[in-house]
């Protein structure tokens, strides 16, 4: 592997430079904000970017879909491309930010805390759209496929990409900073660690990020069996383990293990943290001085991550990345990547034969909704604001030949009925209907960074829309003219009674700032849709686990016992595709797809393999086919199963 | 004159329909929420519609500039059209809810609470950006250009304007319902009445709405000597008195002048209220029974109202207006009418030759700053939100042939950093900066309606620019390229700073949904600035008298003694205007205006006249010229004058 060969090289490059820090030096190495060495002509560095779907929080720059719709491609290979588009752009400011300012901060630098592989066990799970869904293997490729994208294939790392939250990491938000998530350890490697390890083992990660909860009482960030004998010994990672922002001091005063900041960062560096997010390895000093670490322990910890430092180029002169020049940023061929991105993210769900809009067949349409010509729907989070966008209303109005209203009807949450009477007339006027419902970035997101009363410090009360939406459909509805839904959420919301009298339904993962312009090419056909879903759309939340249960029993397509509305991996287009003349050998499982319907159009083949009795997720290619085209295609799995599916497991047909 | 015209037969119908009420009927006339009178084959009837600058909160509508930008074109021709165009949208969306929905409700109707032609008295008043200024007769020319707009020149009102806030009403918002302003009879008359009386004299207007506060200690909605002897018998007015929202409350709760509601409407009532924005006069039946009121004065008032109610064409079959289709909302015409509109309420402060821009001297742009790239800044406040916009940096990247990037900078008002440095880049990256500073809608307005902790309620603490922006200005002049400041605000902030170092300043009030296309338009040369200051642009607060005092001794440019920054009336243009041949006769003054200059342009020429020593606008008039060319103009004015000069008073030059 190249990590190795790479890793060999570096480390011995850090090795020499820290053996020159004296220990004062090493301690100032282990925290975000690394001071400078002047005499050793080392500059500062900070270790905390954030890119998990666009160079984030550092000004202008592309902003492609929210991770949770990067999964619903199911395309490694465009994956690929995005990690690499946004990686140009951070190494971009990067080299600007030194070139012009001498010294790089907080969400100026290439050390980076995405990709977030944790799994969307819960669809209340505020922070579930960071995510690449509920399935361990998408997680793990997709997760692959950006790192790649992000490190890149030179002798040095673009950026460094960073795994996290290790692990077992998805809520309660309210709870995080002292919850101890309770598994077995079936569980835990079956579910939970699985995507940790794929990408240790496919792609040549650098870092691993802690988790804020426990693991059956033990922190994550003081857990020395997770740390060392599963993440290092098991898994093979070489790299540093650093904390999330925070982590320490929930030692102390969340989970009580310690009584002083100095015993946690001895109790997290000794059990296997190398560096600290929050700068609370500082108090690695008295530590020292207590006796609580060593300094070969101190010494260790530094030489991991200046084996990333080494591997970045920071100390080259030979680093081709360091050419990488600012116009780079919102280039023409990023954004059509991240308009391509966000059309192959949106799933359609239902289709009366509304789709795509036959144009010749009505006068007007009218675009309606809370979600319909909003921004932050758009970007979700961990994102930057850019200086353009393109909302689902005018992506639509500048498709379309024919007039298009707009009205907002209602707020997402709330029983102001304002502009209502407008949004029915605009109904009335027009003959056919566009219904943009949803959630937003405000209403599901990480503690404290959510604005809506109606969540739980982040997470969501319900799978049900607020009822002023659902009255606004109903009334859309009495009219008798289509309506097509378009629902935009970044997890699974109870789209039960859309399904049941919408003419078309479509969901639509925060797509990025072309997400307008991507929904005009779905709906009126000049892109056909391909993206499938990456989470279990639930009919219900009645008949899920409590929230803090972390037991898989009846969770996800793998586990769920009840009938899904829609499952894992479902996701119509305009034309069909058939698979023929499936062959299993060597690992693999080659098929012909044949595009048998009328249209151009893309297709995510699935392959399933069956153990235990279930059918999971064991490989996946996406292939884009001309009407009548065939392709054969060969994909590979991991490990052993009995028997293979290829095409989504419908879990409505079991 | 036509109003007394069309009143006379409207009272004769309204009387004819009032004789059939009971007296029971005819309270339930007197609230904005109107009962339907069913057996007399009346509906219901909503007063409270708003339309400030465009068709608001009743769905998609144009948003054209704020007020106080409307009064910076100085083009009464212009504000006709705007009026015309608001009140067609107004009427399509008032007969598409009745043919639609059957009746109307809030922000549906043809009743409009606007304009606000109080008396921009001091620039510390959050609502000052919904006047025309400082300046009476600016105020009630412009007033009444936008009213003869709004109501049409047929038979019937194509919407009813109203005069609000009468009178004296300008602050503090934080003590609008208790606080009394206290003036004395020269300066209520000569400045805080003018606009009301110069409306009623001019315009077929048929509503007043009283203030919230009192006037030399009696509450306006209680004030006899105001509503009647003032209003009706000294300035004519015989239309009807409405109450602002919530005043009747005031009078027992904040002014405490009665002790209970039903004291309250009938002390309004008896005073000369007739109509009540809140629903209380619904407790005159109370009030009747207790021998409070009498019924003749309840039947005069809901004559009053229906004269109104007639004269709109509500109970008529011929009504021209009844046709407007909805087809009219949001017309390309209307949309380019806002354009212009915009674009000429942009006022030019200062250029060093920097504007406008000539491309070929510059590799790339920087458009930075909170204000750059917003969309709440463009609607200002008593708006609708419309489908589309055009934000400052957009108007600028679509008008550029050359690269220009954006970044925010810094928030309006807080010390977050994010995105600071990475402002200053794209500063030091392009060769030109164009730095979008100011305040906000959420930091000036009404009462309750700002979000911003900056505020005092809604009013402005300082004139200066919080820290932040002026540390970003100071940063990026010391890059020593050009730099162009646009300051975008409602009201006088200070822009000393600019005005010394920077290359070139305008001043944009907040411009409606185009507003960056005509900055496009304006900063590249395709329309030369020719907007002027609606009020004085002071250094300082430092000199000015409290805000609660209303005597106007040392306010506005006809009392301020110190020397302002730019004074009322101040405007630079990309030409320059020569008046000659000036000669006064008749009351009117007639002056040759030429364009000496090399660029087409506009002028908006004032005409001052001296009273008591001191020159006051009595006359302006906005002319179009083509280089090299000259129109005679005549501008009519009214009173007596001794001198005249002709061109704003640069109270600098004094």
Redesign the interface.
Known sequence: MQREVNKTDFREQAKKLVAQMTLEEKITQLTDNSDGIERLGIPGFCWWNECLHGAA????ATVFPQAIGMAATFDKKMIREIGNAVSDEVRA?YN??RQ??GDT?R??GIAECAPNINIFRDPRWGRGHETYGEDPYLTGAIACAYINGLQGEGKYLKVAACLKHFAVHSGPEAMRHAFSANVDDEVLFDTYLRAFEYCIRHSNIHTVMTAYNAINGEPCCTNERLMREILRDKFGFEGFVETDSGSINDIHNGFKITNSVVNSVARSLNAGCDLDIGGKFRNLKEAYERGLVTEERITEACENVYTTRCAMGCFAEDCEYDAID?SVVRSMKHRALAKKAAADSIILLKNNGVLPIDQSKYRSIAVIGPNS?DRDVLLANYTT?P??YTTF??GI?EASDIPV????GCELNSNSH??Y??????A??ADLIILVLGIAPGMEGEEGDTNDHWTIKGDKPTLNLPEVQMKLYREMIAFGKPVIVVNVSGSCVNLTEFAQSGDALLQCFYPGELGGEALGDILFGKVSPSGRLPVTFYATEDDLPPFEDYSMKNRTYRFYEGTPLYPFGYGLSYTSFAYSDIVVQNQSVSVTVTNVGARNGADAVLLYGEKDGRFELIGFEKIELTAGAAERITIEYEGRYSRFRVGFDNGTQK
């Open positions: 929080r550092s000004g202008d400011k600007e930010f012009l300012n901060y969400y100026e600012y010509n604001e200086s353009e209303y005018k109005k209203y707009w009205e907002k304002a502009n009477r407008s949004a029915l007339n605009a009335k006027r």
